[in-house]
């Protein structure tokens, strides 16, 4: 079999009807190479995956994308005047929370405020996947960071001790426009037999317990929130109070991001930096490090050398840890930088990592350290 993170078969079936469709047909990841490093325990701030088996038709106009991000796919879909929006599909084990929990947190991402159970029941409407019934929620508001009109469809569906999580987020005309589409989409999926937690991407953290996940991170095992200990806000919500430096524009993250922010440089070179946040040692600096490392096409380094990959970084009343590592960008081929906080704080750590054009990097790099310094929890 062909390695790579998955083998698509597109056939052109001429229908009765005479429309075409295009089927999809996803297989497990054979083995990577050394140098990718799984995620560690718990982290969230997540590289590509390999995916899970899962079977579906790609509607007209949509393209496939590369996952990441804890995905088992991603989806593109392109509208006019540059309009897009984006479609993931997401396993996670456990009940994952209930739908008033992840409803509320959709609400949250394009300005709502949260429902109550009764008027839950008014949004849901009802589908079908894989001839399961399921819940289809569609939230429609602005976003936070540029204050455009956004609109999410999204459903769940929960089968084997994993629930999915089906997510169409875009610009919202594009979005209601291609509503029919996403349903039509949600009925062709069909999942093999004992899709269990074992099919997860190796690099999807472990989650074994609410407490202590990112913020932005749905409850898992369902129930009351507050007795789990914890906050069911979306990605821009509880961050930390920072200082962004000029020319930082805040951006859509994800929802197992805290902030993500753009960082633009001549000729459409860019870096991003982004911002999560783990419980404990979040798997410990050399995991991480051999993970970033393996983001810029580097092999990973031994315990021994671990001293001689980090610089401290002074900040007040803590002590960070700065890694520093340039390589290259394994989707353009070009010269890549990555510069990367490791912040222990109150149990938890939080990581920053500014990463992309090496020259952006090289630009940015004292601004970045600067807002790592600024930041109070």
């Known amino acids: 079999m062909p390695t790579g993170w998955a083998v698509a078969l597109c056939l052109a079936l001429l229908a009765g009807c005479g429309r075409n469709e295009i089927q999809v047909y996803r297989v497990a990841k054979e083995a990577q190479p050394a140098q990718n490093v799984a995620m560690p325990p718990g982290h969230p701030d997540l590289g590509t995956a390999s995916s899970p088996r899962l079977n579906y038709k790609l509607p007209l106009g949509w393209k496939e994308v590369p996952p990441g991000e804890m995905r088992a796919a991603s989806l593109r879909v392109a509208g006019k005047e540059g309009k897009q929006a984006d479609v993931s599909v997401v396993p996670l084990p456990g009940l994952a929370g209930s739908d008033l929990d992840n409803v509320d947190r959709w609400r949250g991402q394009v300005g709502l405020s949260g429902v109550t159970q009764e008027e839950l029941a008014k949004l849901a409407q009802p589908v079908t996947i894989d001839h399961q019934a399921a819940q289809l929620y569609e939230q429609a508001g602005q976003s936070g960071g540029s204050g455009e009109k956004i609109r999410i469809l999204a459903a ?207 630009r940015e790099e004292d601004a970045f350290t600067q807002f790592v310094q600024t930041v109070k929890y």
């Open 156 to 362: 769940i569906t929960r089968r084997e001790g994993v629930a999915w999580f089906f997510k169409m987020t875009g610009a919202d005309e594009l979005v209601a426009q291609q509503k029919p589409a996403f349903i039509e989409f949600l009925q062709s999926v069909t999942f093999p037999a004992n899709v269990a937690q074992s099919e997860l991407p190796p690099s999807h953290p472990p989650i074994g317990g609410a407490s202590g996940l990112p913020p932005s991170h749905p409850p898992i095992g369902g129930g009351d929130m507050a007795a789990q200990g914890v906050s069911a806000v979306s990605s821009g919500q509880d961050k930390p109070n920072w200082q962004v430096p000029s020319g930082w524009q805040e951006v859509a993250g994800g929802d197992f991001l805290v902030a993500k922010f753009l960082v633009r440089g001549s000729d459409n070179a860019q870096a991003t930096v982004n911002v999560s946040m783990s419980p404990g040692d979040g798997g410990g600096p050399l995991a991480n490090l051999n993970r970033w490392r393996g983001q810029l096409g580097l092999a990973p380094v031994a315990e021994a050398d671990l001293g001689q990959q980090f610089q401290p970084l002074e900040v007040p009343g803590n002590k960070v840890m700065l890694a520093d590592i340039t390589g290259t960008d394994p989707k353009s081929g070009q010269a890549a930088r990555l510069v990367a906080a490791i912040v222990p704080q109150a149990g938890r750590t939080w990581f920053y990592k500014l990463m992309g054009n090496a020259q952006v990097v090289q």
